[in-house]
């Protein structure tokens, strides 16, 4: 059971160590991703009791809140979101996303959007209105079994990259996230991507031992030594190389 509070922000244009800002239109994230870094610190900054993925507090007011924001700050690419998916299940009731995305057009700030959910084609009328954005999709496998384990509230693989193609079709670029790296095949991956993704993003991420202890329960313990990133980020490189597609390694 999904506990859903509805919550009166006071900021929501933040400074961000990746981006210049970063807008997060939730606390908490119902897609549940077992790797997910901010459910490590946000349930307790949060102070919720509920595990993470069974609570979203709402921020009903953001769209007002950053435009009041915008209207002293200083231009620069938003990031939406940094610790929640944008597009998580409720947005598609509540728009929170979808509003403040609309404030950020009128002032043209330029956008760059990471989610798993194909719920972002909802809003492809506001993304063609930027002059600068970019949408992508964070896709860590090939294998719809792996990744249904590691993120149980996102849609299907296929349908993430479906979702991204028509995204790329409609004339806005595109990327694809792959972090961290989940067990699979990486030539099938990128083949799957060629189409799709303007660029490709590789990270492994950080693998604190609470993480680590999730790979182990599910059985995979070569998946989290050094040697199987560094093996999979060059099969990666490699085929990323043979297709002529752009991408950028972060490790």
Not at 38 to 60: C, N, T
Not at 102 to 130: C, H, Y
Not at 197 to 214: G, P, Q
């Amino acid at each position: 059971m999904l506990a859903v509070k509805t919550i009166r922000a006071k900021s929501v244009l933040n400074k961000s160590k990746i981006f210049d800002y970063c807008v997060n239109p939730f606390t908490g994230c119902q897609i549940n991703c077992r790797y997910c870094y901010a459910r490590l610190f946000m349930k307790r900054y949060s102070g919720h009791k509920e595990p993470w993925g069974e609570f979203v507090d709402v921020k009903i007011n953001a769209a007002e809140v950053l435009e009041k924001q915008l209207a002293g700050a200083k231009k620069g690419v938003v990031w939406i979101s940094s610790v929640c998916d944008p597009y998580q299940p409720i947005e598609e009731t509540y728009a929170i996303t979808r509003r403040c995305l609309e404030v950020l057009a009128v002032k043209q700030f330029p956008v760059n959007i990471q989610t798993k959910s194909t719920l972002i084609l909802r809003d492809l009328d506001i993304l063609q209105e930027f002059e600068h954005v970019e949408a992508g999709f964070t896709i860590t496998t090939d294998d719809e079994a792996v990744a249904k384990q590691f993120e149980p509230g996102a849609p299907p693989i296929k349908q993430r990259i479906a979702a991204l193609k028509k995204i790329r079709s409609a004339g806005i670029e595109t990327f694809a996230f792959i972090g961290p790296i989940l067990p699979g095949n990486p030539q099938n991956l990128i083949r799957y991507l060629e189409d799709a993704a303007d660029r490709v993003l590789i990270d492994r991420m950080n693998y604190v031992n609470t993480i680590k202890s999730i790979y182990r329960k599910l059985g995979f313990h070569r998946e989290i030594e050094d040697r199987y990133f560094d093996e999979t980020r060059d099969r990666l490189i490699e085929e990323l190389n043979r297709r002529g597609m752009k991408y950028e390694v972060f490790f």
